[in-house]
């Protein structure tokens, strides 16, 4: 919502005006004979924004209404150091922004602002609106938080790997492919025709190969490769099998994947049991960051339960 600070400023801006008892006009040319009332504005400001601003700003007033309702010493730290220090917040969301946005350099930032007609001014108070509602958010969230058994075990596998297993893995690969290359010469009509059967026998001697090279402590050693990040679905299924199942240090018997032939070797395996760290997990869980769509529940639940659509209809059947 890049133009909700000016919005409000506008809003409170008119409501001041009219609240007086002959209120002047917010704009005369007596040049042209022209002159714009507070209500003409208010008019127009609806018309051109609609009703989504009008619904934002009610939202900002719901979420503080909810937050207030919150014991502080349950809010999270990271949302008291918003609450405490909005302008603060702002300045700091702003400047990641100028560093992520245009690069750290301001002349940009600003020039930015020339051709939109902005001011630094209006951007921080756009930044502060903005960060105050997202820890607001966070707030009403975290507080109604109870994630499922689906989200812990989700968030387990994240940490310690599929079913809680961790595995450092290093393989010899034959590339089907690299065969199909060397046996074609580059003729790439000829890597389409190429028979199967006769690439699949070619990697199968090659497979072997490196079995007797690794058998030879004598004879110059293969270099293994890792499987950076491996999480059990790179290479299929019996790949994984062979991560799950070799000691470690063992190297497996040759292992068919798509793309090729595999020696798989294990350098290293944890495995944690999901109750060892539930505890850990579950903290965790509660404080994970909002998704999209917990804060898009969080706003249609404050908008229902408020009836504001049905308030703001109202508002747009009055001021026909």
């Not at 190969?209 to 050693?221: M, T, V």
């Not at 909002?290 to 109202?314: D, K, N």
Request: glycine share 6%.
């Amino acid at each position: 919502m890049r133009h909700g600070a000016s919005l409000l400023a506008a809003l409170h801006f008119c409501a001041a005006v009219a609240a007086q008892d002959d209120p002047p006009p917010l704009l005369e040319l007596p040049a042209a004979g022209l002159r714009i009332s507070v209500d003409e504005y208010r008019a127009h400001l609806h018309a051109v924004l609609g009703g989504a601003r009008l619904e934002e700003l009610v939202l900002d007033r719901l979420l503080t209404l909810e937050v207030a309702k919150l014991a502080v010493e349950t809010l999270p730290a990271d949302v008291r150091t918003v609450l405490d220090a909005p302008d603060r917040a702002a300045e700091a969301r702003l400047a990641a922004r100028i560093a992520t946005d245009f690069d750290g350099q301001p002349e940009r930032y600003r020039d930015y602002l020339a051709t939109i007609g902005r001011s630094h001014a209006d951007e921080l108070a756009t930044a502060r609106l903005e960060a105050l509602r997202d820890a607001r958010i966070r707030a009403l969230v975290l507080t109604r938080r109870a994630p499922d058994e689906r989200v812990l075990r989700r968030l387990f596998e994240d940490r310690y790997g599929p079913g809680g297993m961790q595995v450092e893995v290093r393989h010899l690969m034959v590339s089907f492919a690299e065969i199909r290359e060397r046996l074609a010469a580059g003729n790439r009509r000829a890597v389409e025709q190429q028979d199967p059967a006769k690439v699949e026998a070619l990697a199968r001697q090659r497979i072997t190969e490196l079995q007797a090279l690794l058998a030879d402590a004598d004879a110059p050693q293969p270099d293994w490769q890792p499987v950076p990040g491996y999480r059990f679905q790179r290479f299929g299924v019996a790949f994984a099998e062979a991560a799950r199942t070799l000691e470690v240090g063992e190297v497996s018997a040759p292992v068919r994947s798509e793309a090729g032939l595999h020696l798989v070797r294990v350098d290293g395996r944890v495995v944690t049991a999901f109750d060892d760290v539930r505890e850990e997990i579950e903290a965790a869980a509660r404080t994970a960051p909002v998704s999209l769509l917990e804060g898009r529940r969080l706003r249609e639940e404050l908008l229902t339960r408020y009836r504001v659509r049905e308030a703001l209809a109202r508002s747009r059947e009055g001021g026909r």
